[in-house]
């Protein structure tokens, strides 16, 4: 596996990571989240410097480490591999390579304002970004049911800091999240921080 980034602060810390020789193509499915879930742990060890930890997930299947503080999140994208972890609150993260068939799932997960394409952005670009942010915050979240067109949203954009303001809204609660991003060469990483 070769770093590629990596960001730490007082608050949270990120790494993104390739894996190296990798072909979907050559993978059944199963084979495939074996291998990116193995690589996750690896990628999580090395951001925490604690080759012992160890992750388990709880009843939504949403990760966390055991016998250690703080939230963390998992994603992954092909050969793509980045975690998160939070010191106190909740987390999520995204990474998604640029796929053009994004662009014909637009209307199922991005409401009508979410769909005006920002300046300076393509529109590979936008809805990769909102996809990540959407399923970044569903991660944050934790549970299961919300619908990315519905109840998660995209309410402000800031492209000159590169952070989103979303909100998740349900019958019983309403939080708005800051979300950061990061455009790579083959895609978009989005957090909540």
């Known amino acids: ?64 480490l055991k016998n250690m503080e703080g939230a963390i999140s998992i994603s992954h994208s092909d050969a793509w591999v980045a975690v998160i972890h939070k010191f106190m609150g909740q987390t999520g993260i995204d990474v998604q390579k640029f796929k053009m068939k994004i662009l014909h799932l637009t209307d199922k997960f ?13 529109p590979l670009q936008w809805f990769t970004l909102l996809w990540t942010a959407k399923e970044s915050m569903y991660k944050w979240h ?37 979300l950061s991003y990061v455009f790579l060469e083959e895609g978009v990483l989005s957090f909540v921080k």
Do not use: C
């Open 1 to 64: 596996m070769s770093f590629v980034k990596l960001y730490k602060d007082d608050s949270f810390q990120w790494g993104l990571w390739k894996i190296k020789n990798f072909s979907v193509g050559k993978l059944s499915h199963a084979a495939l989240r074996k291998k990116q879930s193995i690589e996750a742990n690896n990628a999580m060890q090395f951001l925490l410097e604690d080759e012992s930890l160890e992750i388990v997930k709880d009843t939504f299947g949403r990760p966390y």
């Open 142 to 178: 934790g549970k299961r049911g919300l619908n990315l067109k519905h109840d998660i949203k995209i309410l402000h954009h800031e492209k000159k800091e590169r952070q989103l303001i979303g909100s998740i809204k349900t019958e019983n609660e309403y939080h708005e999240l800051l």
């Open 110 to 122: 991005t409401s009508r304002n979410e769909q005006e394409i920002p300046q300076n952005f393509s």
